[in-house]
């Protein structure tokens, strides 16, 4: 019965941007070597991107950040705020993309080196499409140490005045977050259950209208709390 149930889990939608026509053929042909993932459509830049999703209706779309006409950047904050909106990977040829960051803040759920080997994009987009982020604890600390200066004093007062709503616990596992520890981290130092932090986790996503937890710890590092 687990077989027959798991044959008939839809296949992740994905939607390919970028104007690299190599790049895309490239993707599509690692992409679609997974069973469990369709690469429903291509897109070569940015302005094509609702049009794209509007024909397609994708659950992932991969977006190349630097394009000719429209970027990656304008297109991911596009994308995230329509209803129902498709979750994001980014792609950039540096780790460390002047760009990242604020693809990032928009929504995006997180990032995909071009050189990436294909079973990890595969990987990447099977968690984007389950909810997760891309960004393991090892690259959010990287990311926002090196990328996220640090908040000068007056843009440290939204960050503070959104965080001072959560309660006790819910700041703790939001500092946790933002200095880029695991669900399973965080519950031993926490001393609660797995369950209980991603519960966490998804409460303060709703209270700080957030995306996905790269975003939380963005804020928390704005706050100047890590």
């Known amino acids: 019965m687990a077989a027959v149930a798991e044959d008939l889990t839809p296949p992740v939608r994905v939607l390919i941007v970028d104007d690299d026509a190599l790049v895309r053929t490239g993707l599509s042909m690692i992409l679609g070597a997974a069973p469990e993932i369709t690469v429903v459509g291509e897109a070569?830049?940015?302005a094509e991107v609702a049009a794209a999703?509007?024909?397609?209706?994708?659950?992932?779309?991969?977006?190349?950040?630097?394009?000719?006409?429209?970027?990656g950047l304008a297109a991911t904050e596009a994308v995230r705020t329509r209803?129902?909106?498709?979750?994001?990977?980014?792609l950039t040829t540096f780790d460390l993309d002047e760009y990242v960051l604020r693809a990032l803040r928009a929504g995006a759920s997180g990032f995909?080196?071009?050189?990436?080997?294909?079973?990890e994009i595969i990987h990447a987009v099977r968690r984007v499409a389950s909810g997760e982020a891309t960004l393991s604890p090892?690259?959010?600390?990287?990311?926002?140490a090196h990328v996220a200066a640090p908040a000068p004093g007056?843009?440290?007062?939204?960050?503070?005045?959104?965080?001072?709503t959560l309660s006790?616990?819910?700041?703790?596992?939001?500092?946790?977050?933002?200095?880029?520890?695991?669900?399973?981290?965080?519950?031993?130092?926490l001393f609660m259950s797995v369950a209980t932090v991603k519960a966490h986790v998804s409460r303060l996503l709703t209270k700080l209208d957030l995306n996905n937890r790269v975003q939380i710890a963005i804020l928390v590092h704005d706050a100047g709390l890590v």
């Open 168 to 189: 006790e616990r819910e700041r703790e596992v939001a500092i946790a977050v933002g200095q880029g520890k695991s669900n399973a981290e965080i519950a031993g130092e």
């Open 138 to 144: 090892t690259v959010t600390r990287q990311l926002i």
């Open 83 to 90: 209803p129902d909106a498709p979750e994001v990977i980014v």
């Open 53 to 71: 999703i509007d024909a397609y209706r994708p659950d992932v779309v991969l977006m190349d950040i630097r394009m000719p006409k429209v970027d």
């Open 112 to 119: 995909l080196l071009k050189d990436t080997p294909p079973t």
């Open 154 to 164: 007056p843009a440290r007062n939204r960050p503070l005045e959104l965080l001072g």
């Open 44 to 46: 070569a830049d940015g």
